[in-house]
């Protein structure tokens, strides 16, 4: 069964740092890409943030470019969401998402349950 | 600027009764689109990709259309468990855009 769980969310003051982790399981986890997506109340699924197979291939959201860097570590069946310089509209509850193919350009099969991120 | 546009942004219908959603793609994506369906408290499904393949599990009322920049998701026979809000999501090439949502009701 796949399963993907977040932790690192948290309540951070405007300019912080966090750093989401994402572990995942039931699967052959560096055959497939990786993506962030939050729900923002109000405001629906907003997606952050992809990664391919082996994280050679990055993308993100414009508003978060340069702010907010993905990574992965294959060993570890592990993706991080380092997200620097936090803004309020940041808040919301970010998932983790299992890709449907190597490539970033796929979509997302399976979540996890999300962690909360609340920059106040 | 890349937009996805649902419409419409929320619908109320009853039992039994057909229900399709369109989404519009600001530029051809071809059939680079996936359709999610989410409920508070839930985490997000994936109903369809590809515009109109049915992902494993899916019941088969929900079907998807479209290619290029005019996509739908219908709804044949609406059930209690579909009230929902309901996303459609670019994938051609980053950013992965989803649409606002639409939140589908029951009568």
């Known amino acids: 069964e796949v399963q993907l769980e977040e932790s690192g969310g948290q309540w951070v003051q405007p300019g912080r740092s966090l750093r989401l982790s994402c572990a995942a399981s039931g699967f052959a986890f560096d055959d497939f890409a990786i993506h962030w997506v939050r729900h923002v109340t109000g405001k629906g699924l907003q997606w952050v943030s992809s990664l391919n197979y082996n994280g050679d291939f990055t993308a993100y959201e414009d508003s978060v470019k340069g702010r907010f860097t993905i990574s992965r570590d294959n060993a570890r069946n592990l993706v991080f969401l380092q997200m620097n310089s936090l803004r309020p509209e940041d808040s919301g509850l970010y998932f983790c998402?299992?890709?449907?193919?190597?490539?970033?350009?796929?979509?997302?099969?399976?979540w996890g349950q999300g962690t909360q991120v609340t920059v106040s | 600027d890349i937009q996805m546009t649902q419409s419409p942004a929320s619908l109320s219908a009853e039992i039994g009764d057909r229900v399709t959603i369109t989404c519009r793609a600001s530029h051809d994506i071809q059939t680079s689109l996936a359709w999610y369906q989410y409920k508070p408290g839930n985490v997000p499904k994936l109903l369809i990709f590809s515009a109109s393949s049915l992902e494993y599990g899916v019941p088969s009322r929900f079907s998807g259309s479209g290619s290029g920049t005019e996509f739908s998701l219908t709804i044949t026979s609406l059930q209690p468990e579909d009230a929902a809000t309901y996303y459609c999501q670019r994938y051609k090439r980053p950013p992965l855009t989803f649409g606002e949502g639409t939140k589908v009701q029951i009568k």
């Open positions: 998402a299992k890709g449907t193919g190597v490539v970033l350009e796929s979509s997302a099969d399976s």
